[in-house]
């Protein structure tokens, strides 16, 4: 039989392609043809974890993990140690070291999200013409005496190996991990890493880095280099270092509230046009449950430092929309000054819930009271626990049925100081734990953006699932050395491996600040515009008040050019009245007055200056914002050169036994105000205004209702004589 030319060189081109086969073990194989398997390790179901799973059904791709439900044999995760989950790789691929047409990505779960499908990881895995690709990061860890061992990497590149993500054909993988054995609690890094710095067993295997993050982003040392770029209307990770699109990201290290971060818009979490995708995924529908199975879920209220508006505070937590019979109510106080506060209360609804608990304690006992409310939802078997502090005030009674609905293990609605950007949570930690402005930060606390947000601290309020209270690996801590008790909390989370989420669907309610609440001032709220001015408008701005703006309603104009406007309640008018009461010090009536610059005043009452009791820059701010604008809806044509001007604030007493009234005369202002602060016919007889050149009276004054009637010149008037009982007014001369 003849041979061929052509015939001996097909089979010399036949035997040389099997020899190389044969030393490599990997046939070169077309990449349509090719099948990707992900192995991970993960001992328990922890979010990151289901965030991983999630991550890999999303995009399609074939997963098994090793160690589930089985105690992790690896050592201290923080530290040296990994090697069983190297021991658990070797033993998966065993059935697979002959594949040749299998690719396998080796990948933590917990810090580790999948970004791509099979097509694209395949297709970047062939690029690099290798067996195996390794991740790569900035860190030579463990052993920094390596460094000088490693190949030098041009541009920058990424050096040294991560071993939270090795990719390559299962047969070579196989035989990688068989070079050397491993301890389980044997370091995987390291191991990883002398296998590589073999250089004779680096070019067998055909091992290269994955230095410029085509294939894999490890974030630690490297978040500077990556950021979420918008593609298509939704986000994908870049790295702008070397322009590539990584897909696997790991936050290794110290970056994985990083990952957390970017994993609130990747893979396809979050979008400008759709917002949040996953909202409404695995979540509780409780509409479809009877009222008598609703969860049960204790209301653990703490009542730490004197907090203004707590009345309002408490009436929000009776108004929480839910079965009182599925709820426990204990209320915890720190302080002495709230505790007739919460005994009236606890009298007037306490039998509406299915028990109320009240305890007293010191401040040093805050963190121990904190820890005995887990212990009293564990006893009550309940299924949640909600915890609240006397500053969050929720003001949607759908708060707790959304949270529970949202269906996560520890979830806070998003709260606000009115008019600032303090919130509830922290989008970022800075390096020493604290507080650090996330990139997004200012979008969700204005609502730009709203979902359901990962985030490394929340506060003040937060539901809490009872599981996470029974199981001593995630159940939360209120202390540490050196932290405060919330700081403490959401540190221990972290550390566990527990999610925090922020939930900005809807507006739930918003934060007081109690920094500046004086309590040894009489009615100490009505000093508190300018910290809290919304709760200061709810309890002490008129209700009809904007109704003074309505272009359908003419105001009401008892004399001429004399407009009368509803503006505070009958609650800031006691409360005032008893001010002015407590302090006492009215003056004689006389023409000698010593609180002003001259001594002398020309038309004297019995009046209190809002300077004497400390409310003059508080009036000033209310005339600012509330009257100001009513000047200018009936005086057209007249703006002040900026806030209103006056130095004469007062509140003016007539009665019989002092002074009953008071003589004609001209303000020194441009325009007066007058506030009935209490009614006649009730609280006192006689009194009003007489405006005597229209020849007009208002007698009939309405508590809270304000008079404005311009100053000198035109409306010369005169205080009617008070017959019985006492007339309380507030007056300003503004712009004298």
Known sequence: MKISVVGIAILCLFLTSDLAFAESEVRPTARDDLKLLVLTVASDKTDGYKRFIDSANLNGLKTKVLGLDKPWQ?????????GYKLNLYLEALEPYKKHVDLVVLLTDAYDVVLLANSSIILKKF?????????????????????VDRYPIVDLDGYRFINSGGVIGYASQLYKLLSEKTIKDLGDDQLHLTNLYLNTDLREKLKIKLDSYASLFQSLYLAEDDVRLRLVNKSYILENIHFNTH????????????TLNSYTNYIPNKWSPEIGC?????????????????????LISVFVDKPTPFFDEFL?????????????????????????????????????????????????????????????????????????????????????????????KKIIAPMLTRPFKAWSNFWGALSKDGFYARSFDYMDIVNYNKTGIWNVPYICSVYLMKGTILENKYTRPSYKEDNLDYDMAFSKSLREK??????????????LIDSETFDITLKNPEVFQLFDNRYDWEQRYIHPDYMENFNPDNKPAEPCPDVFWFPIVTEQFCREFIEIMENFGKWSDGSNNDPRL?????????RDIHMRQVGLQSVWLEFLKLFVSP???????????DGPPQTLMNFVVKYNPLGQASLRPHHDSSTYTINIALNSPGKDYHGGGCHFLRYKCKVTDMKVGWMLMHPGRLTHYHEGLEVTNGTRYIMISFVDP
Request: hydrophobic content about 30%; overall charge negative; some cysteine.
């Open 277 to 297: 995708n996953t909202c409404q995924d695995n979540t509780i529908n409780l509409s479809a449950y009877k009222k008598d199975d609703y969860p049960t879920v």
């Open 630 to 640: 009513l000047q200018e809806r009936v005086y057209h044509g007249y703006y002040s």
């Open 126 to 146: 062939t690029e690099f013409d290798a067996s195996i690709v390794v991740s790569t990061e900035r860190s030579c860890w463990p052993d920094k005496n390596l």
């Open 497 to 510: 491996g527990v999610f925090m989420y922020i939930d900005n669907q809807y507006t739930f309610g918003h």
């Open 74 to 82: 690896g050592g201290n995760m923080k530290s040296v140690g990994g």
């Open 315 to 407: 009436e929000k937590i009776e108004n929480i929309d839910y079965p009182k019979s599925r709820l426990f109510l204990s209320i915890t106080t720190l302080v002495d000054y709230h505790k007739d506060h919460v005994k009236k209360f606890i009298s007037r609804v306490g039998d509406k819930y299915n028990a109320t608990f009240v305890f007293h304690k010191t401040t040093d006992e805050n963190i121990h009271a904190r820890h005995f409310t887990f212990s009293l939802c564990s006893s009550k078997l309940c299924d949640y626990l909600f915890y609240i502090e006397s500053e969050a005030h929720l003001d949607n009674p759908q708060t707790l049925k959304t949270l529970i609905e949202d269906n």
């Open 597 to 605: 610059d001259t001594g002398y005043e020309a038309v004297p009452t």
């Open 246 to 257: 990584p897909a696997v990201v790991h936050g290794n290290g110290l970056s994985k509230l």
